[in-house]
C-alpha cells in the first residue's frame, strides 16, 4: 500500500455543523501533514505530527482542531467553518527517517465547502 | 517573503516540443527539491526530485536540473504530450522534520 488515503473526497456544511475530515496511510510515514489548497495557490501548511505529536501548528484558527490517534491516522475536525475555509484540504505523509525526498505522499483530498 | 518562486504563472507548448518549467530558491539551507504534477481537485502527485549532491536527475521524459550557486532549477519534458497539461509545482525541503515549501506553480498547456 502506497497511497495516502483521504475521506470524503467531498463536503459541504453549514457554518453551524461539527464535521471531520480523515486521513490514513499504511507505509509507516511517521510524520503527517495538513494542508489546505485554494485555487491557483500553492498548498498552505495548516498542521504537522511528528510520531503521533503535534509539532507544528501555523497559526491555524481554533475551529480547526487536528487529531492523530495513532500512526496510521489523521483526522482534521471542524466547526463553525466560514466560507472563506473552502478550499481543498490535503493530507500528506512522508517517513521521519532516511532520505528526506522519499516517501512524501499527499492524498487526493477533501474538497470542502462552506455554506 | 518567498522562499520558492515560480516566476512564469502559465506556459504553453505544442505537442513534442519540449517543455521547460523553471523554479528558484532564496535558502541556501534546502537540501533537497521536488516536482509534483496537480490537475484540478486532486491532489499532488509526486514527479521526480534531486538532491543538492547532484545537478541532474533523469526519469524518462522528466529531467530536473539543479544549479546550486544561482539556487536555480528546471524541470524539462521532452516530448511534451497534451496528458502532460496540468499545474505543476515546485517544492524544496531540508533534511528532518521540516515541511516542504511550495511555489506558487506553473499551469502548462501542451497543444495538439
Known amino acids: 500500500d502506497t497511497e495516502v488515503t483521504q475521506t470524503p473526497k467531498h463536503l459541504v456544511m453549514g457554518m453551524t455543523n461539527k464535521k471531520s475530515l480523515k486521513c490514513e496511510q499504511h507505509?509507516?510515514?511517521?510524520?503527517m501533514y495538513w494542508y489546505k489548497q485554494k485555487a491557483k495557490k500553492p498548498p498552505e501548511l495548516m498542521f504537522v505530527y511528528s510520531y503521533e505529536k503535534l509539532s507544528i501548528n501555523e497559526s491555524v484558527p481554533s475551529r480547526f482542531s487536528p487529531e492523530c490517534p495513532n500512526s496510521s491516522l489523521l483526522n482534521l475536525h471542524l466547526h463553525a467553518l466560514q466560507p472563506e475555509d473552502s478550499a481543498l484540504y490535503l493530507c500528506?505523509?512522508?517517513?521521519?527517517?532516511?532520505?528526506?525526498?522519499?516517501?512524501?505522499?499527499f492524498g487526493s483530498g477533501t474538497r470542502l465547502t462552506v455554506v | 517573503d518567498q522562499q520558492v518562486k515560480q516566476n512564469s504563472p502559465s506556459l504553453s507548448v505544442q505537442e513534442g516540443r519540449i517543455s521547460i518549467l523553471n523554479c528558484d530558491y532564496t535558502n541556501s539551507m534546502f537540501d533537497y527539491f521536488l516536482w509534483y504534477k496537480k490537475y484540478p481537485a486532486e491532489g499532488p502527485t509526486f514527479l521526480i526530485s534531486i538532491s543538492s549532491i547532484k545537478d541532474k536527475n533523469e526519469d524518462g521524459r522528466f529531467t530536473v536540473f539543479l544549479n546550486k550557486s544561482a539556487k536555480h532549477l528546471s524541470l524539462h519534458i521532452v516530448p511534451s504530450q497534451p496528458g502532460d497539461s496540468a499545474v505543476y509545482f515546485c517544492?524544496?525541503?531540508?533534511?528532518?522534520?521540516?515541511?516542504?515549501?511550495f511555489g506558487k506553480g506553473t499551469r502548462l498547456s501542451v497543444i495538439a
Open positions: 500528506a505523509s512522508r517517513h521521519q527517517e532516511g532520505p528526506p525526498n522519499y516517501g512524501y505522499t
Open positions: 517544492a524544496a525541503g531540508s533534511s528532518g522534520n521540516t515541511p516542504l515549501v
Open positions: 507505509m509507516g510515514h511517521r510524520a
